[in-house]
Protein backbone atom coordinates (compact mmCIF):
# COMPACT_ATOMS: atom_id res chain seq x y z
CA UNK A 1 0.00 0.00 0.00
CA UNK A 2 2.83 2.45 0.78
CA UNK A 3 4.61 1.20 -3.07
CA UNK A 4 1.18 2.65 -4.16
CA UNK A 5 1.26 5.60 -2.59
CA UNK A 6 4.53 6.99 -3.51
CA UNK A 7 4.22 6.64 -7.05
CA UNK A 8 0.83 8.51 -6.71
CA UNK A 9 2.68 11.22 -5.04
CA UNK A 10 5.40 11.47 -7.68
CA UNK A 11 2.65 11.36 -10.22
CA UNK A 12 1.12 14.41 -9.10
CA UNK A 13 4.74 16.41 -8.39
CA UNK A 14 5.85 15.79 -12.42
CA UNK A 15 1.56 16.78 -13.57
CA UNK A 16 2.26 20.27 -11.43
CA UNK A 17 5.56 20.77 -12.56
CA UNK A 18 4.42 20.38 -16.20
CA UNK A 19 1.60 22.97 -15.92
CA UNK A 20 3.67 25.53 -14.10
CA UNK A 21 5.75 25.47 -17.01
CA UNK A 22 3.25 25.62 -19.41
CA UNK A 23 1.92 28.52 -17.59
CA UNK A 24 4.96 30.21 -17.80
CA UNK A 25 5.43 29.86 -21.45
CA UNK A 26 1.63 31.32 -22.21
CA UNK A 27 1.35 33.72 -19.69
CA UNK A 28 0.61 37.64 -21.11
CA UNK A 29 4.04 39.28 -21.90
CA UNK A 30 5.97 36.07 -21.52
CA UNK A 31 8.27 35.11 -24.41
CA UNK A 32 7.68 32.40 -26.65
CA UNK A 33 9.84 30.58 -28.44
CA UNK A 34 12.01 32.40 -31.16
CA UNK A 35 10.73 32.72 -34.58
CA UNK A 36 12.14 30.36 -36.89
CA UNK A 37 13.77 32.64 -39.56
CA UNK A 38 13.30 31.77 -43.58
CA UNK A 39 16.10 31.36 -45.13
CA UNK A 40 18.14 34.38 -46.59
CA UNK A 41 17.81 35.27 -50.09
CA UNK A 42 20.24 36.83 -52.67
CA UNK A 43 19.12 39.20 -55.17
CA UNK A 44 18.99 38.06 -58.62
CA UNK A 45 20.20 40.85 -61.50
CA UNK A 46 17.35 42.21 -63.13
CA UNK A 47 18.22 40.54 -66.29
CA UNK A 48 17.99 36.96 -64.99
CA UNK A 49 15.69 34.39 -65.90
CA UNK A 50 12.42 34.10 -63.48
CA UNK A 51 10.82 30.94 -63.18
CA UNK A 52 7.72 30.02 -61.20
CA UNK A 53 8.12 28.40 -57.75
CA UNK A 54 8.58 24.54 -57.54
CA UNK A 55 10.30 24.78 -60.89
CA UNK A 56 7.06 23.86 -62.82
CA UNK A 57 5.57 24.98 -65.50
CA UNK A 58 5.38 29.26 -66.04
CA UNK A 59 2.38 30.35 -64.75
CA UNK A 60 -0.16 31.98 -66.67
CA UNK A 61 0.93 35.84 -67.47
CA UNK A 62 4.39 35.19 -66.42
CA UNK A 63 6.89 36.93 -67.99
CA UNK A 64 10.36 36.06 -68.58
CA UNK A 65 13.71 37.95 -69.42
CA UNK A 66 16.33 36.59 -71.16
CA UNK A 67 20.05 37.91 -71.14
CA UNK A 68 20.87 39.68 -74.92
CA UNK A 69 22.64 37.91 -77.03
CA UNK A 70 26.82 38.12 -76.49
CA UNK A 71 28.28 39.63 -79.88
CA UNK A 72 29.91 37.86 -82.61
CA UNK A 73 33.50 37.27 -81.50
CA UNK A 74 35.50 38.24 -84.75
CA UNK A 75 38.88 35.67 -85.54
CA UNK A 76 40.85 37.45 -87.46
CA UNK A 77 44.23 35.31 -89.36
CA UNK A 78 47.16 36.55 -87.81
CA UNK A 79 49.02 38.12 -90.17
CA UNK A 80 52.06 36.57 -92.07
CA UNK A 81 55.42 37.54 -90.25
CA UNK A 82 57.29 39.02 -92.55
CA UNK A 83 60.70 38.01 -93.51
CA UNK A 84 63.89 39.61 -93.90
CA UNK A 85 65.99 37.61 -96.90
CA UNK A 86 69.37 38.09 -97.07
CA UNK A 87 71.08 39.99 -99.86
CA UNK A 88 71.77 38.17 -103.06
CA UNK A 89 75.40 38.88 -103.27
CA UNK A 90 77.91 35.34 -102.46
CA UNK A 91 74.50 33.08 -102.54
CA UNK A 92 76.14 31.17 -104.84
CA UNK A 93 79.44 31.07 -103.04
CA UNK A 94 77.45 29.79 -100.16
CA UNK A 95 75.71 26.95 -101.99
CA UNK A 96 78.92 25.55 -103.82
CA UNK A 97 79.30 22.38 -101.74
CA UNK A 98 75.79 21.79 -102.48
CA UNK A 99 76.02 22.09 -106.49
CA UNK A 100 79.29 20.07 -105.89
CA UNK A 101 77.62 17.24 -104.63
CA UNK A 102 75.78 16.52 -107.87
CA UNK A 103 78.22 17.93 -110.20
CA UNK A 104 81.83 16.69 -109.11
CA UNK A 105 81.38 13.17 -109.97
CA UNK A 106 81.32 14.25 -113.54
CA UNK A 107 84.41 16.85 -112.80
CA UNK A 108 86.47 13.64 -111.12
CA UNK A 109 85.65 11.29 -114.42
CA UNK A 110 87.12 13.46 -116.67
CA UNK A 111 90.03 14.31 -114.05
CA UNK A 112 90.48 10.77 -113.82
CA UNK A 113 90.94 10.30 -118.02
CA UNK A 114 93.06 12.99 -118.56
CA UNK A 115 95.11 11.95 -115.71
CA UNK A 116 96.35 8.66 -117.31
CA UNK A 117 99.89 8.02 -118.36
CA UNK A 118 98.61 7.30 -122.03
CA UNK A 119 95.60 8.76 -123.57
CA UNK A 120 94.82 6.81 -127.04
CA UNK A 121 91.74 6.96 -128.89
CA UNK A 122 89.78 4.93 -126.64
CA UNK A 123 90.42 6.97 -123.32
CA UNK A 124 89.25 10.28 -125.59
CA UNK A 125 86.36 8.82 -127.01
CA UNK A 126 85.34 8.30 -123.19
CA UNK A 127 86.16 11.64 -122.27
CA UNK A 128 84.00 13.15 -125.40
CA UNK A 129 81.24 10.45 -124.09
CA UNK A 130 81.50 12.20 -120.72
CA UNK A 131 81.19 15.79 -121.81
CA UNK A 132 78.25 15.11 -124.25
CA UNK A 133 76.38 12.97 -121.66
CA UNK A 134 76.78 15.99 -119.34
CA UNK A 135 74.56 17.86 -121.84
CA UNK A 136 77.55 19.98 -122.77
CA UNK A 137 76.15 19.54 -126.35
CA UNK A 138 77.88 17.53 -129.69
CA UNK A 139 79.74 21.03 -130.79
CA UNK A 140 81.23 22.54 -127.70
CA UNK A 141 82.38 18.73 -126.71
CA UNK A 142 84.27 18.49 -129.68
CA UNK A 143 85.97 21.47 -129.78
CA UNK A 144 86.85 21.12 -126.16
CA UNK A 145 88.53 17.44 -127.03
CA UNK A 146 90.64 19.45 -129.82
CA UNK A 147 91.44 21.81 -127.35
CA UNK A 148 92.59 19.59 -124.82
CA UNK A 149 94.51 16.73 -127.15
CA UNK A 150 96.60 20.10 -128.41
CA UNK A 151 97.43 20.73 -124.92
CA UNK A 152 98.32 17.70 -123.65
CA UNK A 153 100.94 17.09 -126.51
CA UNK A 154 102.26 20.67 -125.59
CA UNK A 155 102.53 19.95 -122.23
CA UNK A 156 103.88 15.81 -122.35
CA UNK A 157 104.06 14.82 -118.75
CA UNK A 158 100.85 16.14 -116.63
CA UNK A 159 100.73 17.04 -112.73
CA UNK A 160 97.24 16.34 -111.50
CA UNK A 161 97.32 20.42 -110.85
CA UNK A 162 97.95 20.70 -114.53
CA UNK A 163 95.54 18.45 -115.11
CA UNK A 164 93.08 20.19 -113.47
CA UNK A 165 94.43 23.81 -114.78
CA UNK A 166 93.81 22.66 -118.18
CA UNK A 167 90.22 21.08 -117.63
CA UNK A 168 89.07 24.20 -115.67
CA UNK A 169 90.79 26.46 -118.36
CA UNK A 170 88.62 24.62 -121.46
CA UNK A 171 84.86 24.25 -119.12
CA UNK A 172 85.19 27.78 -118.09
CA UNK A 173 85.83 29.20 -121.80
CA UNK A 174 82.68 27.17 -122.86
CA UNK A 175 80.64 28.79 -120.14
CA UNK A 176 81.71 31.95 -120.84
CA UNK A 177 82.54 34.37 -118.21
CA UNK A 178 82.52 37.36 -120.37
CA UNK A 179 78.62 37.56 -120.99
CA UNK A 180 76.75 40.19 -119.43
CA UNK A 181 74.47 38.48 -116.46
CA UNK A 182 73.54 41.22 -115.08
CA UNK A 183 69.68 40.90 -114.00
CA UNK A 184 68.80 44.68 -114.90
CA UNK A 185 65.99 45.39 -112.46
CA UNK A 186 66.78 49.15 -112.33
CA UNK A 187 64.17 51.62 -112.06
CA UNK A 188 63.61 53.95 -115.01
CA UNK A 189 62.69 57.23 -113.24
CA UNK A 190 59.82 56.58 -111.19
CA UNK A 191 58.84 53.93 -113.14
CA UNK A 192 59.78 50.59 -112.02
CA UNK A 193 61.60 47.65 -113.81
CA UNK A 194 59.71 44.80 -115.60
CA UNK A 195 60.37 41.69 -115.49
CA UNK A 196 58.75 38.68 -117.38
CA UNK A 197 58.62 35.31 -116.24
CA UNK A 198 58.03 32.51 -119.04
CA UNK A 199 58.70 28.96 -119.07
CA UNK A 200 56.77 25.43 -120.04
CA UNK A 201 55.06 23.53 -117.30
CA UNK A 202 56.59 21.96 -114.60
CA UNK A 203 60.24 23.52 -114.49
CA UNK A 204 59.74 25.39 -111.38
CA UNK A 205 58.81 28.50 -113.10
CA UNK A 206 56.29 29.97 -110.31
CA UNK A 207 59.03 28.89 -107.28
CA UNK A 208 61.59 30.90 -109.52
CA UNK A 209 59.51 33.91 -109.06
CA UNK A 210 58.89 33.56 -105.60
CA UNK A 211 62.68 33.15 -105.21
CA UNK A 212 63.70 35.99 -107.18
CA UNK A 213 61.36 37.86 -105.24
CA UNK A 214 62.85 37.44 -101.93
CA UNK A 215 66.13 37.71 -103.07
CA UNK A 216 65.57 41.27 -105.20
CA UNK A 217 63.51 42.61 -101.44
CA UNK A 218 67.29 40.94 -99.64
CA UNK A 219 69.08 43.52 -101.68
CA UNK A 220 66.40 46.06 -100.65
CA UNK A 221 63.88 46.60 -103.53
CA UNK A 222 60.20 47.15 -103.55
CA UNK A 223 58.52 44.27 -104.99
CA UNK A 224 55.22 44.29 -106.88
CA UNK A 225 53.99 40.69 -108.14
CA UNK A 226 52.02 40.03 -110.96
CA UNK A 227 50.12 36.29 -111.30
CA UNK A 228 49.13 36.26 -114.60
CA UNK A 229 48.91 32.31 -114.68
CA UNK A 230 45.37 32.72 -114.68
CA UNK A 231 44.39 29.09 -115.83
CA UNK A 232 45.95 27.68 -112.18
CA UNK A 233 44.32 29.19 -109.10
CA UNK A 234 47.01 27.39 -107.34
CA UNK A 235 50.00 29.07 -108.70
CA UNK A 236 48.14 32.79 -107.98
CA UNK A 237 47.67 30.99 -104.27
CA UNK A 238 51.16 30.02 -104.45
CA UNK A 239 52.31 33.43 -105.86
CA UNK A 240 50.43 35.00 -102.81
CA UNK A 241 52.16 33.20 -100.40
CA UNK A 242 55.42 34.17 -101.14
CA UNK A 243 54.57 37.43 -101.36
CA UNK A 244 53.16 37.85 -98.17
CA UNK A 245 56.10 35.98 -96.62
CA UNK A 246 58.36 39.45 -97.74
CA UNK A 247 55.49 41.97 -97.85
CA UNK A 248 55.02 41.88 -101.22
CA UNK A 249 52.00 42.55 -103.29
CA UNK A 250 50.48 40.47 -105.33
CA UNK A 251 48.06 41.38 -107.82
CA UNK A 252 45.63 38.51 -108.94
CA UNK A 253 43.01 38.41 -111.56
CA UNK A 254 39.77 35.74 -111.96
CA UNK A 255 40.29 32.35 -112.61
CA UNK A 256 40.54 32.03 -116.10
CA UNK A 257 40.88 35.71 -116.38
CA UNK A 258 42.73 37.16 -119.30
CA UNK A 259 46.61 37.29 -118.37
CA UNK A 260 47.54 40.32 -120.28
CA UNK A 261 44.78 42.38 -118.34
CA UNK A 262 46.82 41.09 -115.03
CA UNK A 263 50.16 41.74 -116.21
CA UNK A 264 48.75 45.71 -117.05
CA UNK A 265 46.90 45.99 -113.88
CA UNK A 266 50.00 44.80 -111.82
CA UNK A 267 52.45 47.22 -113.65
CA UNK A 268 50.17 49.62 -113.05
CA UNK A 269 50.04 48.56 -109.18
CA UNK A 270 53.69 49.04 -109.53
CA UNK A 271 53.82 52.13 -110.53
CA UNK A 272 51.39 53.87 -108.33
CA UNK A 273 52.66 51.91 -105.37
CA UNK A 274 56.66 53.47 -106.57
CA UNK A 275 57.96 49.91 -106.77
CA UNK A 276 61.17 48.91 -108.06
CA UNK A 277 60.63 45.77 -109.74
CA UNK A 278 57.33 44.27 -110.60
CA UNK A 279 57.59 40.73 -111.46
CA UNK A 280 54.95 39.08 -113.60
CA UNK A 281 54.71 35.22 -113.67
CA UNK A 282 52.73 33.75 -116.45
CA UNK A 283 50.97 30.47 -117.51
CA UNK A 284 53.09 27.30 -118.08
CA UNK A 285 52.91 27.22 -122.26
CA UNK A 286 54.01 23.83 -123.89
CA UNK A 287 56.49 25.66 -126.82
CA UNK A 288 54.24 23.13 -129.59
CA UNK A 289 51.01 25.31 -128.97
CA UNK A 290 50.79 28.50 -131.11
CA UNK A 291 47.82 29.94 -129.73
CA UNK A 292 49.42 30.27 -126.08
CA UNK A 293 52.95 31.03 -127.53
CA UNK A 294 50.71 33.87 -129.43
CA UNK A 295 49.01 35.35 -126.06
CA UNK A 296 52.98 34.76 -124.38
CA UNK A 297 53.44 38.12 -127.24
CA UNK A 298 50.20 39.46 -126.01
CA UNK A 299 51.42 39.99 -122.39
CA UNK A 300 54.41 41.50 -123.18
CA UNK A 301 53.13 44.21 -125.72
CA UNK A 302 50.31 44.95 -123.23
CA UNK A 303 53.16 45.92 -120.61
CA UNK A 304 55.00 47.67 -122.85
CA UNK A 305 51.92 50.26 -123.11
CA UNK A 306 52.71 51.21 -119.80
CA UNK A 307 56.38 50.09 -118.90
CA UNK A 308 59.61 49.08 -120.39
CA UNK A 309 60.22 44.70 -120.34
CA UNK A 310 63.83 44.68 -118.78
CA UNK A 311 63.93 40.73 -118.71
CA UNK A 312 62.22 38.02 -119.76
CA UNK A 313 63.72 34.89 -117.98
CA UNK A 314 63.06 31.50 -119.95
CA UNK A 315 62.86 29.05 -116.87
CA UNK A 316 64.41 25.45 -117.73
CA UNK A 317 64.64 22.28 -116.08
CA UNK A 318 68.55 21.37 -115.70
CA UNK A 319 67.21 17.86 -116.28
CA UNK A 320 65.34 17.89 -119.29
CA UNK A 321 69.03 17.92 -121.29
CA UNK A 322 68.64 18.85 -124.91
CA UNK A 323 64.50 19.08 -124.75
CA UNK A 324 65.48 22.26 -122.82
CA UNK A 325 66.85 23.95 -125.73
CA UNK A 326 64.06 22.74 -127.78
CA UNK A 327 61.62 25.10 -125.78
CA UNK A 328 64.43 27.80 -125.61
CA UNK A 329 64.43 28.29 -129.32
CA UNK A 330 61.18 28.11 -129.61
CA UNK A 331 60.30 30.90 -126.92
CA UNK A 332 63.23 33.34 -127.88
CA UNK A 333 61.58 33.62 -131.47
CA UNK A 334 58.54 34.75 -129.38
CA UNK A 335 59.26 36.88 -126.82
CA UNK A 336 63.19 38.06 -126.81
CA UNK A 337 64.57 35.72 -124.04
CA UNK A 338 67.59 37.60 -122.46
CA UNK A 339 68.72 35.72 -120.08
CA UNK A 340 68.13 32.19 -118.14
CA UNK A 341 66.89 30.64 -114.88
CA UNK A 342 68.39 27.12 -114.43
CA UNK A 343 66.44 25.26 -111.82
CA UNK A 344 66.91 21.91 -110.41
CA UNK A 345 70.89 22.09 -110.90
CA UNK A 346 71.39 20.52 -107.62
CA UNK A 347 69.98 17.06 -108.44
CA UNK A 348 71.71 16.63 -111.95
CA UNK A 349 75.00 15.76 -112.94
CA UNK A 350 74.15 17.50 -116.54
CA UNK A 351 75.70 21.21 -115.27
CA UNK A 352 76.92 21.29 -119.41
CA UNK A 353 73.44 22.25 -120.55
CA UNK A 354 74.28 25.67 -119.10
CA UNK A 355 77.41 25.58 -121.61
CA UNK A 356 74.86 24.42 -124.81
CA UNK A 357 72.10 26.61 -123.70
CA UNK A 358 74.12 29.60 -123.92
CA UNK A 359 75.80 28.26 -127.04
CA UNK A 360 72.66 27.80 -128.84
CA UNK A 361 70.89 31.06 -127.87
CA UNK A 362 73.46 33.38 -127.09
CA UNK A 363 71.63 34.24 -123.81
CA UNK A 364 73.62 33.66 -120.48
CA UNK A 365 72.23 32.11 -117.67
CA UNK A 366 71.77 34.36 -115.21
CA UNK A 367 70.10 32.51 -112.09
CA UNK A 368 70.21 28.97 -110.70
CA UNK A 369 67.91 26.71 -108.31
CA UNK A 370 70.28 24.83 -106.44
CA UNK A 371 68.18 23.49 -103.95
CA UNK A 372 64.39 22.92 -102.77
CA UNK A 373 64.97 25.91 -100.10
CA UNK A 374 63.40 29.46 -99.80
CA UNK A 375 67.01 30.82 -100.54
CA UNK A 376 68.33 28.60 -102.73
CA UNK A 377 67.88 30.85 -105.92
CA UNK A 378 71.63 32.43 -106.78
CA UNK A 379 72.95 34.63 -109.19
CA UNK A 380 75.05 32.27 -111.63
CA UNK A 381 78.29 32.94 -111.10
CA UNK A 382 80.63 30.82 -114.15
CA UNK A 383 83.99 30.80 -111.95
CA UNK A 384 82.53 28.84 -108.55
CA UNK A 385 80.55 27.10 -111.20
CA UNK A 386 83.26 25.30 -112.87
CA UNK A 387 85.05 25.18 -109.58
CA UNK A 388 82.47 23.14 -107.97
CA UNK A 389 82.12 20.61 -111.00
CA UNK A 390 86.63 20.26 -110.69
CA UNK A 391 86.17 19.94 -106.70
CA UNK A 392 88.46 21.18 -104.74
CA UNK A 393 92.00 21.72 -105.33
Partial sequence: ????LGIIVIVVVVALLAAGGLFL?????????????????????????????????????????????????????AAPEVEVPPPSAGRMVRLRSRLARSQSAFGRGLLELLSRDRLDDEVWDEIEESLITADVGVAPTQMMVEELKTKVKVLGSRTPQEVRGLLREQLLAQVNPD?????????????????????????????????LARSLVGDGKKVVLGAADTFRAAAADQLQ?????????????????????????????????????????????????????DELGKVKRVIEKKATVD???????????????????????VVNITGIALTKLDGTAKGGIVISVQRELGVPVKLVGLGEGSDDLAPFDPEVFVDAILGDD
Fill in 1 to 4: MDGY
Fill in 25 to 77: LFRPGGKGAPPVEPPATIPLPEDTEKRPAGGGEESEGATTTLPPPAPPVEVKP
Fill in 179 to 211: LDRTLHVAKHGERPAVVLVVGVNGTGKTTTTGK
Fill in 241 to 293: TWGDRVGAEVVRGPEGGDPASVAFDATAKGMAEKADVVIVDTAGRLHTKTGLM
Fill in 311 to 333: EVLLVLDATTGQNGMRQAQVFAE
